[in-house]
């Protein structure tokens, strides 16, 4: 039979403001976190990471933040810009030897 | 910046047929994974790499899956025998430790015909 893909949310912003992408991860065990950005054609980049003991950490530009309570990773764009469009993902480390679980993503897209 | 290789970019092969996916992990980084991911799907865990043997494979690494580190530098996945399913982007990744982040490749995009 065929495949149903999956239907990715979509985020549009506009050029200069902030974005804001959530993730609920499913395990609560997992205790390292990562958020990736995909652009067409090419392989997950690493953008930043955050450990369990940690709620908020930031990059440049970029700050996650981890909601272990509710089991819920934010990943916030400060002055997002058209080059940011792509796929993020997150995805949890349940402590497997770095085996990671993605989560499904959420495009974003960035109007000039 | 050091990053990931992966070879060919584009391989079609025909059901039944082994391929052979190629990789150039980054040059200090000693543990090595391979991910896939169908079209429109999520990316999934295959296997993971270290000290010359598998740490960790999920259950679609299956009998027809191998992984080979056959010298300094390379890391392969072999598909025996291959699947129409089996049509996929395949990632290959590597990290220093792990407990580390994943430095992904590009990806070989397998079409099985």
């Known amino acids: 039979g065929e495949s149903v893909g999956l239907h990715l949310p979509t985020l549009s912003v506009q050029e200069g403001d902030n974005s804001i992408i959530n993730c609920a991860y499913s395990?609560?065990?997992?205790?390292?976190f990562i958020w990736y950005k995909q652009e067409s054609g090419k392989g997950p980049q690493f953008i930043i990471d955050?450990?369990?003991?940690?709620d908020k950490r930031q990059g440049q530009r970029v700050t996650v933040l981890l909601n272990k309570t509710v089991k819920h990773l934010s990943l916030q764009i400060a002055a997002t810009q058209p080059g940011d469009s792509a796929v993020y993902f997150c995805?949890?480390?349940?402590?497997?030897?770095?085996?990671?679980?993605f989560g499904g993503g959420t495009r974003l897209m960035v109007k000039p | 910046e050091p990053e990931v290789t992966q070879t060919p970019s584009h391989q079609v092969t025909q059901m039944g047929q082994e391929v052979i996916l190629r990789c150039v992990p980054i040059?200090?980084?000693?543990?090595f994974y391979w991910y896939r991911q169908i079209l429109g799907q999520k990316v999934e865990f295959l296997v993971s790499?270290?000290?010359?043997?598998?740490?960790?494979k999920s259950e679609i690494f299956d009998d027809q899956f191998s992984v080979e580190r056959p010298d300094g530098s390379n890391f392969t996945l072999k598909i025996r025998s291959t699947k129409l399913e089996d049509s996929a982007m395949y990632f290959c990744?590597?990290?220093?430790?792990?407990?580390?982040?994943?430095?992904f490749g590009n990806g070989t995009r397998l079409t099985v015909t």
């Open positions: 995805a949890e480390n349940n402590n497997a030897g770095n085996m990671l679980t």
């Open positions: 990744a590597s990290s220093t430790d792990s407990d580390s982040p994943l430095h």
């Open positions: 040059s200090n980084h000693l543990y």
């Open positions: 790499f270290y000290n010359n043997e598998i740490s960790e």
């Open positions: 955050i450990r369990s003991n940690m």
């Open positions: 395990n609560s065990a997992s205790d390292y």
